[in-house]
C-alpha cells in the first residue's frame, strides 16, 4: 500500500511564504499519473490547490493561489523516488487549513487509484 508523507507545514504570518514537501514512504509504484495539493478549511470542502504531472507538462492551480503558489516536483538521480513541493508566497489567512498531498498511482498489478496524505496543518496568523 502507497502512503503518502508530507512535511512543511506550521504558522506563519500574513504574507510570508511556506514549502511543503511530500514524498511516497513505503509501496511499490509503477507509474505516478499526477501528483499535487488539496486543501480544506474548516467547515469548508476540499479543494484543489495545485496538480502537476511527472513531467510538469500540465500544471493546475485554484483560482484563488495562482501567481502566488508554485508546485514543483524531483527525481532521485537513480530514478527511484519522486518528491513534490508546494512553495507558498504571499500567504493570506484565508489560505489556512489542512494541506493534503495527493497522488494518482499505477502500483501493483497495473492498479490505478488515488492516494491521500494525512495532512499538514497551514495556519496564517498575525
Known amino acids: 500500500q502507497v502512503q503518502l508523507v508530507e512535511s512543511g507545514g506550521g504558522l506563519v504570518q500574513p504574507g510570508g511564504s511556506l514549502r511543503l514537501a511530500c514524498a511516497p514512504s513505503s509501496g511499490y509504484i509503477f507509474e505516478i499519473k499526477l501528483m499535487g495539493w488539496y486543501r480544506q478549511a474548516p467547515g469548508e470542502e476540499r479543494e484543489l490547490v495545485a496538480t502537476?504531472?511527472?513531467?510538469?507538462?500540465?500544471?493546475?492551480?485554484?483560482?484563488s493561489v495562482k501567481g502566488r503558489f508554485t508546485i514543483s516536483s524531483a527525481v532521485s538521480s537513480d530514478n527511484t523516488k519522486t518528491a513534490w513541493y508546494l512553495k507558498m508566497n504571499s500567504l493570506r489567512t484565508e489560505d489556512t487549513g489542512v494541506y493534503y498531498c495527493?497522488?494518482?498511482?499505477?502500483?501493483?498489478?497495473?492498479?490505478?487509484?488515488?492516494?491521500w496524505g494525512r495532512g499538514t496543518q497551514v495556519t496564517i496568523s498575525s
Open positions: 502537476t504531472t511527472p513531467s510538469g507538462s500540465t500544471v493546475n492551480y485554484g483560482d
Open positions: 495527493y497522488a494518482d498511482i499505477i502500483g501493483l498489478r497495473w492498479s490505478r487509484d488515488n492516494y
